[in-house]
Structure formats: C-alpha cells, structure tokens
C-alpha cells in the first residue's frame, strides 16, 4: 500500500508508540521501529532525522492525545464543580486498565531520559506542568461555588493522587492502592470546604435507609 510522506510519519509514529510505550523507548531500536511499520531505515530516518527526533516526536504524539483526552475528561457540564472533579477521577481510573496501561507514558519518558535538556523529558514535563494548571482550574471553578479553604493546596493534593495514580498502577496493578483514589480526592474535597458544610446537601444513605 502506498502511503504519502504524511501517511507514512503517521503509520510510523503509531508503531514507535506500541513498541516504546509496551517495549521500552531505549529497548527499541530504529530497525525494529522501521521493520514493524514495513518501511526501510532510511525513510524513518527522512523523516524524522534520528531516533532522538523519533522519540521526540513519540512523546509530542502522547501529549497531543492525553491533551485532548483530558480537556473531553473535564468539559464543563450539567453537574456541579465537586462532582465534575469526582468525575475525572473515575475516569483516570478507567483510563488505567491493564489492557490498554502499563502505566504513566510520560513518567516513563521520564525515567528514561533523567536529562533535563532533552527535548523528550523536556515535552514530559510540560505535560505533568499543564495537568496540574488544568486542576488548579478546575479547584478555582469550586472555589466559585463553595467556599475552599487554600484552592492552590487543594489543587495540588489532588494532582499529587493523580499522578499516585500513574505510578501506582505500574507496579501494584488496577486492583492496589489505586482503588482509593477517588475516595481520597472526596476526603480532600471535604476537608477543604468544611466552612460550607451546613449548606451542603445530605448525602443519600448508601443503605437506602
């Protein structure tokens, strides 16, 4: 099948990501890359220069996708700020299942490239810096509707479950720690708008009764 010069970086930077998300990014080499994706060496290396610029383009293909899934995770909708948090927690969670995870891919690049000037730990790291924004955002929204003690505090607490998430999963499995997330992200929520607490709505018993 003939694919353009665009087609062809695309049916690459698919195959780069399997191997390197699943595989390891330094355990796979650009032969194997370039022999999975049925092309010659040469043409991945037209395309991309070099493995460092296959990795870097690997890692800005993650964050595009986690961007997008993240922003639909988080548009605002019909329920209220607290619940919309709780929401993407469930989410995040869904998202970790052991078929489609085995982990956080940007924690991995990470790992791999400790180097702070390299173009991949550096894409890495602006990703985790806009999560965090995003939950600072999305703390402010609360924060609009009940009073929160410290949202800058709060926002980070809960960032810091979701990235316990990503590392959790790894090694302890969707059925580990993770589990608890979303309880402790209600248990943080909780604690964080007690002022409010007389004009906040019962909860329904989980009983019925």
Known sequence: MRRSGSETREHLLQVAHDLFYWRGIRATGVDMVASEAGV???????????????????????????????????????????????DLFDKIFESLQPDTCRGCAFLIAIGEFPDEDVPAHRRAVATKTWVRE????????????????????????????????????????????????????ELLLDAATTRDAAHRPARPSRSGS
Not at 53 to 80: C, I, K, S
Not at 139 to 161: G, M, N, S
Request: charged fraction near 25%.
């Open 40 to 86: 010659a060496p040469t043409t991945l290396y037209r395309l991309f220069g070099s493995k460092d610029g296959l990795v870097d383009a690997y890692v800005d293909h993650v964050d595009q996708g986690y961007r997008a899934w993240f922003t639909a995770a988080t548009e605002p909708g019909e329920q209220p700020p607290r619940q919309q948090i709780l």
């Open 134 to 185: 995003r939950l600072h955002g999305l703390v402010r929204h609360l924060a609009e509707v009940e009073p929160v003690d410290d949202p800058d505090a709060l926002a980070d607490r809960l960032a810091l479950i979701a990235e316990g998430m990503n590392a959790s999963v790894q090694a302890l499995g969707i059925d580990g720690p993770v589990r608890q997330a979303r309880a402790m992200a």
